[in-house]
């Protein structure tokens, strides 16, 4: 039975949204009493100052408590996002999971032609439209530092032949880094 909630009996509800990571860790969490609100906006950075991580699933939670105490708890569908654009200091960084980049093991020592590929061009052209000329790193985590530097060098030089660009304008450095971690940064260099 659906109770109509109205501003007189709302007052005792309560409610949360957290969004959850893939070990079901809390990474950001919203709460208020009396009605949720019909949308919420998030840019995506909890409070520790930390981003959601490309090719990572995040799930929003709800629970609803309502006027007899009783939780009901709905898990909404997995987000997960292959690409992440985020600002830091005066660099912004474009955040590309490596599973699209270089297969689901992100070892390829070539770029994924269904995926790797049309998400780097799609990078390159927010990078043409916005941050024209501007100088830009790239850095890649995987599974061993040749490998990082080998994929690194790839997509410097997709983006270079893409932007047309001075080899003056890029570099780029691998590192080594769990599996959980490996993914590939480009890093636009405010100067």
């Known amino acids: 039975s659906r109770t109509a909630y109205n ?7 309560q409610w949360t949204l957290s969004i959850t990571d893939e070990e079901g860790k809390i990474f ?8 949720p609100p019909e949308s919420l906006s998030w840019s ?3 409070d520790q100052r930390e981003w959601v991580r490309a ?8 629970v609803f408590v309502d006027e007899f105490g009783s ?7 997995l987000v997960k996002f292959t690409a992440i654009v985020y600002k830091k200091g005066s660099n912004l960084t474009i ?3 490596s599973a ?3 297969g689901p093991n992100k070892t390829a020592r070539a ?7 049309p998400l780097l061009a799609a990078t390159a052209d927010l990078i043409k439209r916005r941050y024209y000329n501007m100088p830009l790193k790239v850095n890649v985590y995987a599974q061993t530092k040749e490998l990082a530097e080998a994929q690194a060098e790839l997509v410097k030089n997709f983006l270079k032949a893409a932007l047309m660009s001075g080899e003056n304008l890029l570099s780029f450095e691998g590192s080594e880094d769990t599996y959980a971690q490996q993914r590939t940064d480009i890093v636009l260099l405010n100067k």
């Open 100 to 102: 699209a980049m270089f």
């Open 71 to 77: 939780p009901k708890t709905i898990i909404g569908e």
């Open 55 to 62: 090719g990572h699933s995040y799930a929003p939670v709800y």
């Open 28 to 35: 950001h969490k919203y709460s208020g009493n009396g009605l």
């Open 111 to 117: 770029l994924d032609k269904e995926k790797g590929e």
């Open 7 to 13: 501003d007189k009996n709302s007052k005792e509800l």
């Open 44 to 46: 995506g950075e909890n």
């Open 95 to 97: 955040s590309l999971d």
